[in-house]
């Protein structure tokens, strides 16, 4: 099966809007699927389950240790789910807990630093492999892909929560 486009993009902007608009939702659909299977990849690639994954990513990308709240929140697991993921993060050595500064009854959960340099040391192939991709964009095909982004994550949340919740 072949992921090209049945058009060269040479030819997009000759494309009707309705071509543009069914092309987003079908190379969106390849992207969640050829994404998911990246995921996994790399999971297994660093011995981890893919939710745990996920965690480690997120994580990442904080600035400040999280609580385990915080996780539940940004993985859309159950509070007992999170704290039963953050337990085997802690346990092979790839989180840490601290004790809030603020609230001595709730610790925060932060990558070790071992943790965090593994991570990045696998990201490094595939991190300039995706690099390479956006190097062909220009700074505002640039912008128009960081708000598309931003905006369908909104969307999804927005949707999971909605879904989760019955409707």
């Not at 007992?80 to 337990?87: E, K």
């Not at 070790?112 to 190097?135: C, H, M, N, S, Y």
């Amino acid at each position: 099966m072949s992921t090209d486009s049945p058009r060269s993009s040479d030819a997009r902007e000759e494309w009707s809007r309705a071509e543009l608009l069914a092309r987003i939702v079908t190379e969106s659909q390849r992207h969640y699927a050829d994404y998911s299977l990246f995921a996994q990849a790399m999971a297994d690639h660093v011995g981890l389950h893919p939710t745990d994954m996920q965690c480690v990513a997120l994580l990442d990308m904080e600035p400040e240790p999280v609580s385990t709240g915080d996780i539940a929140r940004l993985t859309g697991l159950t509070s007992g789910s999170a704290t039963r993921l953050v337990d085997r993060l802690v346990k092979a050595g790839i989180v840490e807990r601290h004790a809030d500064p603020h609230d001595r009854r709730r610790s925060l959960v932060s990558l070790a630093p071992e943790a965090r340099k593994q991570i990045g040391e696998a990201w490094d192939t595939p991190g300039r492999a995706f690099g390479a991709v956006l190097e062909s964009y220009s700074d505002s095909e640039l912008a128009v892909i960081a708000d598309y982004l931003h905006r369908a994550a909104e969307v999804g949340r927005t949707q999971a929560q909605r879904l989760n919740a019955g409707d």
